[in-house]
């Protein structure tokens, strides 16, 4: 008798895959709203782990983010979670609800890190929409801007940014509102 299971088909398509039931991953250009805001779950707890091996991948050996003797002394007191993990778990984060069907991310704007974020942290992380425009040039498409915030656990706020996210449209050509 085989271990195997038999299966259905497997399937990369993701308009096959979200009719069978599956979540919705992204949005379509006409699905986002101006003025909504998208929460995303879950949370994410930075791990000094997680810290320590971004900065190994990133070559950031900042002696503030790998070094509790030297952070000890800095006006933090302890370790600082690098800025680029923050943004990192910010924007994959953010994916499922905002840029799941990207066609590119055009552009990052006005990132900063108001607050800093410590081993043991959690962030929570919810987008707003700012705009949206259809391309011009190509009638399959179109352009959203929104604005990324990250929370910890006791609501401050420590880093936002704002991206351009090329997203296609479910109807090509279509003209939409908003």
Known sequence: MSD???????????????????????RYFEEFEVGATYKHWPAKTVTEAD?????????NHHPLHINDVYASQSQQGRNVVVGPLVYSLALGMSVSDVSGKAIANLATEELSHPNPVFHGDTLFVETGVLEKKESRS??????????TRVFNQDGLLVAEFKRLVLVPKRVPGAPVEG
């Open 4 to 26: 195997t299971v038999q299966s259905s088909a497997f399937t990369i398509d993701q308009a096959e895959r979200e009719a069978s039931g599956a979540h919705s991953y992204g």
């Open 51 to 59: 810290d320590h091996l971004f900065c190994l991948i990133t070559m």
């Open 138 to 147: 190509k009638p399959d498409r179109g352009v959203v801007k929104v604005h």
